[in-house]
């Protein structure tokens, strides 16, 4: 188990470990990649399946008319997650786009690769893509479903610290983002549809600072209390 990691964010060191691990499938590698690039819910990045009770249904169970319910009850609809036409390449980045399932005003959202400062993530992504023929159903970058996803992401992740999950990669990317873009740009990027969702980031972040602090105190034996004394 990795000492100093603060739960929920895998170190970005970790994670170029991972991404270059030829001993990791390809694909794996790059789903890795842009699930961390988005911030996403890994159910946004691959092919999903949503249930949704009916409304009569809903209102029958109100009353406990229905007390068993069936695959009839629900309405299932599929999101297909990153597509061919939702990738775009621009001189100094790579945008990712794909559906949000969790707030209603902002329906899509797009994650980015900077080409130069991110070029670990890039070169990853791109080999892929580049390696694949779009034969699949509805020309989906990923086509695995969003349960499998996870399991490969996971067992990736898991080579450098058992704790770790798919969704650590969300936690992550948006504490790397908080110093380096405002509140309002963040939440947008992370999809979310309340600035208190966003808000936990940054006391992640300030966590981070007292984590760093407290490790070199004690590399240097108290040293850092008397400079913050100062």
């Known amino acids: 188990m990795t000492k100093g990691v603060m739960k929920g964010v895998i170190p970005i060191e970790q994670l170029k470990i991972i991404v270059a691990n030829p001993a990791i499938e390809l694909r794996t590698r790059a789903m890795v ?3 961390y690039a988005c911030g996403c819910r890994s159910g946004e990045m691959f092919r999903y399946k949503h249930r949704k009770m009916l409304a009569e249904v809903r209102r029958a169970r109100r009353t406990n008319k229905i007390e068993t319910l ?3 009850d629900y309405a ?3 999101t297909e ?3 061919i036409g939702n990738v775009t390449e621009t001189e100094r980045s790579l945008k990712l786009a794909i559906p949000n399932f969790k707030n209603r005003k902002l329906t899509d959202k797009a994650g980015i690769i900077l080409k130069d400062s991110e070029k670990w993530m890039y070169d990853v992504f791109m080999e892929y893509f580049n390696s694949i023929e779009f034969k699949f159903p509805h020309n989906m970058v990923f086509p695995i479903s969003a349960t499998y996803a996870r399991l490969f992401i996971d067992a990736a992740l898991k080579t450098q610290d058992p704790r770790y999950s798919s969704h650590w990669l969300r936690h992550s990317r948006a504490t790397e983002l908080v110093p380096k873009t405002d509140i309002d740009t963040l939440r947008k990027y992370m999809g979310h ?3 208190e969702s ?3 980031y940054l006391h992640r ?3 981070r600072i007292e984590d760093d602090v407290y490790n070199y105190d004690k590399e240097n034996k108290g040293e850092a209390n008397a400079v913050i004394a100062l």
């Open 33 to 35: 990649v842009a699930v």
């Open 205 to 207: 972040d300030v966590r």
């Open 76 to 78: 299932v609809t599929y």
């Open 193 to 195: 549809s309340s600035m």
């Open 70 to 72: 069936t695959d009839k």
């Open 81 to 83: 997650g990153l597509t």
């Open 198 to 200: 966003t808000g936990i």
